[in-house]
């Protein structure tokens, strides 16, 4: 790869979006962000469908969409925005046709993650057969906790994973209910995208999602990882 200046591009080049990394001053450069859709029984059940039935499937969110700053800015164009707690992984390598028994060895670290979702855009997008970015990939859509390297937490596979919304509980579940694993969820994607190093993987949310409003203070958390507060402007 050649080294370029700035007077080499038409515009600035964005700065590649990071996150910092638990304990170090080291910051997490993000590539890609993908998510799992309905990879908890009772969530796929909440939203009316059958999880037996259902191979693994993806959507992207933008790289740009990850914060860390604890604030979420409610959405323009929306009446129905909903969190969704989830387990994020964050790769160091990666390739292609990973081998799922091998697949934990390409993982940095393990962070907790919202995944906001304007649910009625999305709605609109599903009844219409057209992609869900609008509902999924807006900005400011993944509030993100720092990065805790797998040294320190180990790569868990059970353990509760929750989320408080002023207080009260609405989401719980456990890491051991995921249909599909870490490791299956990255064979899977590698697949059929060539992963690296930077790619962030949110793992699916237990049932209980709800609506937010301004206002709202949202905590959450996944067992022997960390603990994430989010802040509704």
């Not at 009772?42 to 604890?70: C, T, V, W, Y």
């Not at 408080?164 to 490791?183: F, S």
């Amino acid at each position: 790869m050649v080294d370029r200046t700035a007077m080499d591009y038409v515009i600035p080049p964005s700065p590649r979006p990071t996150l910092p990394v638990a304990g170090s001053d080291l910051l997490f450069p993000v590539r890609r962000v993908y998510c799992i859709g309905r990879n908890y029984a009772e969530h796929a059940r909440e939203m009316g469908h059958d999880p037996d039935r259902e191979p693994p499937f993806f959507f992207q969110k933008s790289p740009e969409n990850l914060i860390a700053d604890g604030v979420f800015p409610f959405p323009a164009h929306s009446s129905d925005v909903q969190f969704e707690v989830e387990m994020a992984v964050f790769l160091k390598s990666g390739g292609v046709d990973i081998d799922a028994a091998r697949a934990l060895d390409h993982v940095f670290g393990y962070g907790v993650a919202l995944d906001m979702t304007r649910r009625d855009l999305q709605g609109e997008a599903k009844k219409l057969g057209r992609p869900w970015e609008v509902g999924k990939a807006f900005e400011h859509s993944a509030p993100c906790s720092p990065v805790w390297p797998a040294a320190q937490t180990g790569h868990p596979s059970a353990g509760e994973i929750w989320l408080d919304q002023n207080g009260t509980r609405r989401q719980t579940g456990d890491l051991q209910q995921m249909i599909w694993g870490v490791g299956e969820q990255i064979a899977v994607l590698s697949r059929y995208f060539k992963l690296g190093g930077g790619d962030v993987i949110l793992t699916g949310t237990p049932a209980g999602v709800g609506r937010v409003a301004r206002g709202d203070e949202l905590d959450a958390g996944v067992a022997g990882v960390g603990q994430l507060h989010v802040t509704v402007a």
